[in-house]
């Protein structure tokens, strides 16, 4: 089973609207990482936050993060077409070798 | 702006045959690696590579290896490919913390 996992699997909002996307973990962690991929690219890091950290903001993002309940969110205000991608959440484990481990990934679908 | 470039985009080929993807990255950094992302978008680490210490998933099969000339070189070689091969290779390396990736190599296996 995955270590992260995101939902909802899929959403779809119009332009303008803000959207939410929320990711649960299983395991002790030192960083919660965001990532978007977009269609025919790799992804790309939106946002990494610490876990000493509750909330980093990017721009139009904002992303929370709640060790106690082992759980983070995305949001994106004032939502484009471009912002249509897959998000992901990636989390690196407190103990072991540095690894980057992706969440399944929620495709959000911006329309005009 | 891509500094992570892998060739080919695309590979068509059938079972058994051996097959080669590049990559190369322009950012200086000494760590690369190789992830396996399938069509439900599923994103899987197979190996991870600085300075000649490799890493590997023990959950790839043999058939896949690494090859490396130097840092900014990390290149992926599937010795006799499978139908469940058929995925986008993704490159990528990384500098404190952040993974750059590549745009993926798509693998059909006929």
């Known amino acids: 089973s995955q270590l992260a996992e995101e939902n909802p699997w899929a959403l779809s909002v119009h332009e303008g609207e803000s959207v939410t996307v929320n990711c649960s973990y299983k395991?002790?962690?030192?960083?919660l990482q965001w990532y978007r991929q977009k269609s025919g690219e790799g992804p790309a890091q939106l946002i990494l936050?610490?876990?000493?950290?509750r909330e980093k903001r990017n721009g139009r993002l904002r992303a929370t993060l709640d060790t106690s309940s082992q759980s983070s969110s995305l949001s994106i205000t004032a939502t484009r077409c471009e912002d249509t991608a897959v998000y992901f959440c990636?989390?690196?484990?407190?103990?072991?070798?540095?690894?980057?481990?992706f969440g399944s990934g929620t495709q959000l679908t911006v329309m005009p | 702006e891509t500094a992570v470039f892998q060739t080919p985009n695309y590979h068509v080929t059938q079972v058994g045959n051996e097959v080669s993807f590049n990559c190369k990255q322009t950012l200086g950094h000494d760590t690369m690696y190789w992830y396996k992302q399938d069509s439900k978008k599923l994103l899987k680490i197979m190996f991870s590579y600085n300075n000649k210490q490799l890493i590997v998933n023990e959950t790839v099969p043999r058939r896949f290896s690494p090859q490396s000339s130097d840092k900014a070189h990390l290149n992926l070689r599937i010795k006799s490919v499978e139908p469940e091969d058929s995925a986008v290779y993704l490159c990528?390396?990384?500098?404190?913390?952040?993974?750059?990736f590549g745009a993926g190599t798509r693998l059909s296996v006929l």
């Open positions: 395991t002790s962690i030192t960083a």
């Open positions: 936050i610490r876990s000493n950290e």
């Open positions: 990636a989390t690196v484990a407190s103990s072991g070798s540095w690894q980057l481990i």
């Open positions: 990528a390396s990384d500098r404190e913390d952040t993974l750059y």
